[in-house]
Structures are given as C-alpha cells and as structure tokens.
C-alpha cells in the first residue's frame, strides 16, 4: 500500500517524481503530494484524489527543484484528504510514510507535551517532528534519522529531505519494502523496482532497520551507528514493460498475457524433452517432510487451497492452508520436519511475512512462491520458486494466480514422484497435460466475446451473485466471487456446492445468478445435482463447463461457456481465466475502475 519516491540529481526532479508515482498508482492511493528544495526551503504540493488532480495543480504552480520527493497515500490514521496527503512537512523536514508507526499516539502525546503543534490526523507526523526537535537540539540530519529509528515501532518505510541541505536524502525502512536506485549522477528511493525502472535497472534492497544516506553519487547505508554493505543487483524490469498496450485495462492486457507467461514457468520447471517436472535443488526431501502448511492472504490464499487439493491427491502429504493475518497470532504448533509455503505476488505482504517469520520460529523450512525474486519474503525463505509473471498492474491479481498455480501443481508432481506415490506414466500425463494449458487458455481467450455477453446481459444487472464449485473447482468459485467483488462492487459469494442446501440455498430466486464451475471430471453427477436444486428454485443459472457438461445442462442454464475438455488436475487453470473475464466485462459494464478499484491496493504492507 502507499508509494513512495525520492530522488537527488542535478536536473529538475518533479516531472520524474510524478512519473514515478503514475507507476506506483497501482499500489491503491487516495491522495498524492511531492515536496522539493529551493534555495534551501521546503516547497510542498498535495491533492486529494487522482494523480490528475496533483499534476492540475503542478501546472497552475510549478516547483522547481534538484532534489525532491513524493508520495500516493492509502489512509490508515486520519481520512483522505489533502490536509492528511504527504509529504508530511515541518519548517525544518519533509517526510513521506509507508506503513503504520504503532506507537505514535505514545510519541504523539509526548511532543504535544513539549509544546509541538500538528497540522494533520496521520501517524506519519510523528517522524517529522521527533527529527525536527532532535534537529532543534542540534544533531545532524544523519544523527536525527539514527536516533529517530531507535524510537519508532512498527513497520514502515521513510524518506526523508531536510531544509538547507540539497546534499542528502535520507531513507529508513522497518518491515516495508524501500529500494536505492543507482543512477548517473543521480540517485532514488523508491518503494519497488517498479519505482525505479525509468531511472535505472541497478537496485539495492534495503533490509530491515537498515538506514540510508543518498547524495548525488552515492548510498551510505547503516544499521544503528554501524555502517554495512548492501549488494546492487541488476533489475529485471524495465520502464517498457509497464504499459497497456492496445489493451483499454491493466488488467485486461494481463489476462491476454497468460498464456506467454504461464509457458515461460513451464519452460522454468518442466523437461517437455523428457516429460518430467525439474524443480532446482531444495533444502528437504519431499519423502520425508510430515506436513505442509501454507499460508498466503487473498487470491494467493485460493492459490493455497488448490495446491491443497494437488499435494493430498498426487502426493498424498497432509496440507494445512493458513489466512497468514490467523496464523501469525494464532500460532499453532507445527511440527518437525514441516515445510512452510509462503504465497504473494509481491513478495512483501506484510500478513505473509509475519507468518513465515513465525513458521521459522517453529523450525519449518521455508520456500516461497513469489513474483519479485528480490523481495523480502524471497529473501527470508530458505528456498524460492518465482512464478515468471513479469510485472502485474492490475489490482485485482490474474496472471500472478495463474502462474502461481503453475507452480504449485509442478511442485505436486516433483513431491508425488519422490514420495513414490505419482508413477512415471502419471507424471509424463501430468506433464503433457500442463504443457498444452497455454494454447488452451489461449482458446479460452478467444470466447471473451461470450464472456462479456454473460457479464452485460447477466451479472451487471445483478446485486447478489454466487458462486458454486465442488472439488478443484471450489477454490475458483472461491476466486471467481472475490474477482466479481472487488472490481464491479457486487455482492459475490463462493461455496462448495455440497454446502448450498445448509444456509446459501435460501439465497436463490429469480434475481440471483449463480456460476456453476464444472468440469465434467469425477464428481461432475454431485455438482450437476446441486445445479439442479438451484434451478428448482428458479435461480438464473451460468455454468462453466466443457462439452460434455454442456452437453448435459446447457439447455437449462440461463448462459453458458464452453472450455476445453482437459485433464481434471489442470482444469482449474483455464476456469480461472473464465472467471477473470467475467469479472472484468461486469466491471466494464458497470462503469467502475477496473484497475485501481476504491479502498484496495495491490501491494498490502500494513495490518
């Protein structure tokens, strides 16, 4: 959540500060400001709202300046506003604030002792006046952020520019994600590669309680009074890969991308040559791990759930899928010889994170599924295997869901095969089966227009909508609900369909859709049966299905789409891209903002 940037050079830095924050709009914002230096004073513009509205009031008052930062804004402490938006700015600093300081009212309390006034309702306030007055007691900019990181509690990430100093930009970061670009003549903070990527490719990832000083050429970075080294690493992303295309949404062009991407992790961790799944070396062995338990928040948690399916039915190894904000407090025992999966397409969901930490507590070997190789949750883990998503915009996750399933279900077969319970003729079906997903998602792509026909004819007018799934397909009724739900704001429930007649049944009527995700695979009589209690009941039926479920209930549904008939265990794949279609024509239709849909952020890095 939040974005931030910072930046010292020698060329003027707002127009590079408001592109940068154009690349962090995803991250989910509701205000944005920028503050720069000139001729030693803090100069600050805000706006509550779009970025429009920020670059509106840039152009009625320009702002000069070498040296400058900015900020989008997800509010936690005080409401949108632009009294609220950062930087946050005293005489003597400016600050912007990823994160929650947990004790700030403490802190706050203490200043307002002091005689200290606030001109905002945000915890972020706090860090600028606790370095104003150490500033006032005459320590040096340097020493200020060192003694201010002794004091603050809670996970953030801070850049800082002081008055009368065009020579240093501080940073800090303590649970969130803060990245140093290395320019020519020029260097960044930034909240993410992403960030960076129009300035430079060369990026250092700060870690925990890390602090840093930036002038024009350099980074000095410290944990405490002791200064330490970081590793610059070359950035995979560049500044092209960030734009729609001649698709009119983020979202709608990574859904078209899911078949490049979904083959770019097969050719990671398949042999096509030999028909097998080849995972790089791991600090276990399968055969002998006791239990799995994985944890991960929101879409990534359905990914979970499905590799749940996957590893019990192929591996026949015990799952545990944890909401990680549960697990973290939770804390339940787990035993020895566990494996923890973590999940996240950013790799710095701060749930996650805690989790893992406490899983490691526990002696549990952590491997990570991530999309950022060089985020925190990757670099914590014991071993990563990153999906080959590239850049995802869109809020609402697809090709990062689709590829982390990829993952998942080559991890099933590798543990199937050490654990001797996946005979090699299964895995060579297995695999054969997942190298034709993507020309299959491919097909399923070229009915989008049968798609948006359900979506506008059906879902859109709909206030209620639920979903139903039995087996591997009720993690995607799962994820088909929360697609529908954040981007179109229609109410959208998921459910395994063996559930509908104890509580969702009463739900039914005339003016309620229910999608049916079914496959005709094993237990396709059981889902068909709850199909029909629904349309007794004179529910508007939508069934997902191949042809020969089609063949079977088409002619009672009120719409129908028809998929490739594939082998059940990848089925789940290609049903997840149907019902990313339907949510994305429902959210055009309705008129919402598909990509950056209101109160969500993509990257969620507080509590």
Known sequence: MCGLIGIIGRAPVTPLLVEALKRLEYRGYDSAGVATLINGHIERRRAEGKLFNLETKLAAEPLAGAIGIGHTRWATHGKPSERNA??????????????????????????????????????????AQLLTVYLERQLSPEEAMGKAMQRLRGAFALVALFSGRHDILLGARRGSSLAV?????????????????????????????????????????????????????????????????????????????????????????????????????????????????????????????????????????????????????????????????????????????????????????????????????????????????????????????????????????????????????????????????????????????????????????ARDVLYLGRGLSFPIALEGALKLKEISYIHAEGYAGGEMKHGPIALIDEAVPVVVVAPADAIFDKIASNFEQVRARGGKLVLLSDEAGNDRLAHHAAAAAKLPTVDPMVAPILYSVSVQLLAYYTAVAKGTDVDQPRNLAKSVTVE
């Open 181 to 461: 670009g290395h320019g020519d003549m020029a260097m960044y903070l930034g909240t993410d590669a992403l960030a960076l990527a129009p300035f430079t490719r060369r990026v250092t990832y700060l870690e925990d309680d890390d602090w840093v000083v930036l002038n024009a050429q350099e980074a000095r970075i410290f944990q405490g009074h002791s200064e330490v080294r970081r590793a610059i690493r070359e950035s995979g992303i560049t500044g092209s890969m960030m734009g729609k295309g001649n698709h009119r949404h983020f979202m709608l062009k990574e859904i078209h991308e899911q078949p490049a991407v979904i083959g770019d992790t097969l050719h990671t961790y398949l042999s096509p040559a030999t028909r097998s799944v080849t995972l790089p070396a791991l600090p276990f062995d399968w055969a002998k791990v006791t239990r799995l338990t994985i944890t991960a928040c929101g879409t990534a948690y359905f990914a979970g759930m499905m590799a749940k399916y996957w590893f019990e039915k192929l591996a026949r190894l015990p799952v545990e899928v944890e909401v990680a904000s549960e697990l973290r407090y939770r804390e339940p025992p787990l035993p020895e010889g566990g494996v923890c999966i973590a999940i996240s397409q950013s790799g710095e969901t701060v749930d996650t994170l805690a989790a893992l930490r406490y899983a490691k507590t526990q002696h549990q070997t952590i491997l990570s599924v991530v999309n950022v190789p060089e985020s925190a949750i990757a670099r914590e883990s014991h071993a990563v295997l990153p999906t080959i998503a590239g850049p995802e915009i869109g809020v609402a996750s697809t090709k990062a869901f689709t590829t982390q399933l990829m993952v998942l279900l080559t991890m099933a077969v590798a543990a199937g095969r050490a654990r001797r319970t996946l005979c090699s003729a299964d895995e060579e079906r297995l695999t054969r089966a997942m190298i034709e997903v993507p020309s299959q998602v491919n097909e399923v792509l070229n009915m989008d227009l049968a798609y948006k026909n359900i979506a506008e004819g059906i879902l859109a007018k």
């Open 86 to 127: 950062h930087p946050i700015v005293t005489g003597r600093v400016a600050v912007v604030h990823n994160g929650i300081i947990e004790n700030f009212q403490q802190l706050k309390d203490e200043l307002l002792a002091e005689g200290r006034t606030f001109d905002s309702d945000t915890d972020t306030e706090v860090v």
